[in-house]
């Protein structure tokens, strides 16, 4: 089946630390995306891809970085930078819109503690 | 800048009765599209609806309509005859440009619950 993956599902970081989290997609999109989610909040963008080797930054970028080395693929690692990193991140994928109608497609996302 | 506003952080229904989550969003674009994303325990936003700002109909997709009102800038999602499972965060967002990525400016949500 066709998806998003994320991994992993839940981790937990040492304050100082770098982490990295996977995502992997096998819809043939273009585009990619991170995503941030406080609790009782909505999701804020950190970085976003329209295509291999160039990424643009998103709202919330700063403590972040990206790579696009592969279509399917667009890690996200949370430096030690960024200042309070416990959240959840969404990765998302989608064509580039050729029009409206293209929605935006989901992993599982993956829960990032600080300790 | 685009900005999305919900305004209800929680909503008790009871089964099978419709539910309004209200969505209101301030653009200066002409062009723009509006999204619904259900959000459950689990965690994944499954896609549920889509209006562009030039569909002259609501959106409609199974038990989900969309009451766009342009004028008033507001694009709310009904839901009807509400199930158990309907129970989970709804989030509203938008995105503009006919081309390119999907950049999606969200809303807080609201918490919907569905009662026996």
């Known amino acids: 089946d066709g998806g998003i993956t994320q991994s992993p599902k839940y981790l937990f970081r040492k304050e100082g630390q770098n982490v990295t989290l996977s995502c992997e997609q096998n819809l043939n999109h273009d585009a990619m995306y991170w995503y941030r989610q406080d609790p009782g909040q909505g999701l804020r963008l950190i970085y976003y891809?329209?295509?291999?080797?160039?990424?643009q930054k998103g709202d919330i970028a700063e403590g972040y970085s990206v790579s696009r080395e592969k279509k399917e693929s667009f890690p996200l690692t949370v430096t030690s930078a960024q200042k309070n990193p416990t959240a959840f991140y969404l990765c998302?994928?989608?064509?580039?819109?050729?029009?409206?109608?293209?929605?935006?497609?989901f992993g599982q996302g993956t829960r990032l503690t600080v300790v | 800048a685009q900005k999305i506003t919900q305004t209800q952080p929680g909503m008790f229904v009871q089964e099978k009765e419709a539910v309004t989550l209200d969505c209101t969003y301030d653009?200066?674009?002409?062009?723009?599209?509006l999204f619904w994303y259900k959000q459950p325990s689990s965690g994944e936003m499954i896609f549920l609806i889509y209006q562009g700002s030039y569909d002259e109909q609501n959106a409609t997709e199974g038990r989900y309509s969309l009451n766009f009102q342009k004028a008033r800038k507001s694009a709310n999602l009904v839901i009807s005859a509400s199930q158990l499972g309907d129970s989970a965060m709804y989030f509203c967002?938008?995105?503009?440009?006919?081309?390119?990525?999907?950049?999606?400016?969200f809303g807080q949500g609201t918490r919907l619950t569905i009662n026996p």
């Open positions: 653009t200066s674009d002409q062009s723009y599209g």
């Open positions: 891809s329209q295509i291999v080797n160039d990424f």
């Open positions: 967002a938008m995105r503009d440009h006919f081309q390119g990525a999907q950049k999606l400016v």
């Open positions: 998302a994928s989608s064509k580039l819109g050729q029009g409206m109608n293209t929605e935006a497609f």
